[in-house]
T-cell receptor, first 114, second 116 residues
């Protein structure tokens, strides 16, 4: 399968715990994005990487959130000291662009904080 | 500030009929891209179609076409010959500029239900 892969698909965690999500983009895609989607809403941008460089961060990405793409391939998104408000679908996208190929999404990681 | 508006929270359509999902956008940048995605209940966002602001013709991809009316700032998605598998959430999104800002701004989506 050559699509964007995200792991895990589901994560349930207790409030205050740290969680880490992984995204494997489509091979050779230099652009990688993280988005967050809450119930009934469209996805909201969190951060953008071009190769290994994190070029843009949303103000939604509080100090508890950190994202890396160490070798310009896979990326991780870590949330420290999770809160119930962090419960959401976390979507990763990769692409080359701009244009029709600039953002292909993975299946997402659904986080539930209890 | 850029904004995407989808005014139809939900739509019904009969199988084999065509349906139009509305999307209006707001931007002051002359260069932008418009996207439509389908999100089934499984959660994955599936890319459907793209329209660049300088594209002269409306984009088409199989049963999907984008009715791009630049002066009205609308980018409606037309699905022809609806199928039961088309039942899903549909999101319109926009990216401003040609690379300085790479984020997509999404609308709130339209839930499409295809009836047999």
């Amino acid at each position: 399968d050559t699509g964007v892969s995200q792991n895990p698909r589901h994560k349930i965690t207790k409030r205050g715990q740290n969680v880490t999500f992984r995204c494997d983009p489509i091979s050779e895609h230099n652009r990688l994005y993280w988005y967050r989607q809450t119930l009934g809403q469209g996805p909201e941008f969190l951060t953008y990487f071009q190769n290994e460089a994190q070029l843009e961060k949303s103000r939604l990405l509080s100090d508890r959130f950190s994202a890396e793409r160490p070798k310009g391939s896979f990326s991780t998104l870590e949330i420290q000291r999770t809160e119930q408000g962090d419960s959401a679908m976390y979507l990763c996208a990769s692409g080359v662009g701009p244009g029709a190929t600039e953002a292909f999404f993975g299946q997402g990681t659904r986080l539930t904080v209890v | 500030a850029q904004k995407i508006t989808q005014t139809q929270p939900g739509m019904f359509v009969q199988e084999k009929e065509a349906v139009t999902l509305d999307c209006t956008y707001d931007t002051s940048d002359p260069s932008y891209g418009l996207f439509w995605y389908k999100q089934p209940s499984s959660g994955e966002m599936i890319f459907l179609i793209y329209q660049g602001s300088y594209d002269q013709q409306n984009a088409t991809e199989g049963r999907y076409s984008l009715n791009f009316q630049k002066a009205r700032k609308s980018a409606n998605l037309v699905i022809s010959a609806s199928q039961l598998g088309d039942s899903a959430m549909y999101f319109c999104a926009m990216r401003e500029g040609q690379g300085a800002t790479n984020k997509l701004i999404f609308g709130t989506g339209t839930l499409l239900a295809v009836q047999p």
